[in-house]
């Protein structure tokens, strides 16, 4: 069954960064925009922000506009979201979306105070 493959979480200290990719598995996701989420503990999924299929495009959440970017690379058929300044609040299960693609599995961002 097709889905989205997340990577590139892990522990990180605050202020500091992580870069975490998307990928499709069983399928490309060039054809698709891609969006980003992440879901807290106890709290729902918070959209992130969006890129077009060009990649031309990419809007983003007030929360994170001035931290986190989101790029593409269709040749190597994966979209990235660079995030920067770091805070414990940002502590998630960040997950990339397609339209019409079942959810995978996530990547686990933690951030230390």
């Known amino acids: 069954q097709v889905h989205l493959v997340e990577s590139g979480g892990g522990l990180v200290q605050t202020g500091g960064s992580l870069r975490l990719s998307c990928v499709g598995s069983?399928?490309?996701?060039?054809?698709?925009?891609i969006s980003w989420y992440r879901q807290a503990p106890g709290k729902e999924r918070e959209w992130l922000g969006t890129?077009?299929?060009?990649?031309?495009?990419?809007m983003y959440a007030p929360s994170v506009k001035e931290r986190f970017r989101i790029s593409r690379d269709n040749v190597r058929e994966t979209v990235f979201l660079q995030m920067k300044i770091l805070q414990p609040e940002d502590t998630a299960v960040y997950y990339c979306?397609?339209?019409?693609?079942?959810w995978g599995q996530g990547t686990q961002v933690i951030v230390s105070s």
């Open positions: 069983g399928f490309s996701i060039n054809p698709y925009a």
């Open positions: 890129i077009t299929i060009t990649g031309d495009e990419s």
């Open positions: 979306k397609a339209h019409d693609v079942p």
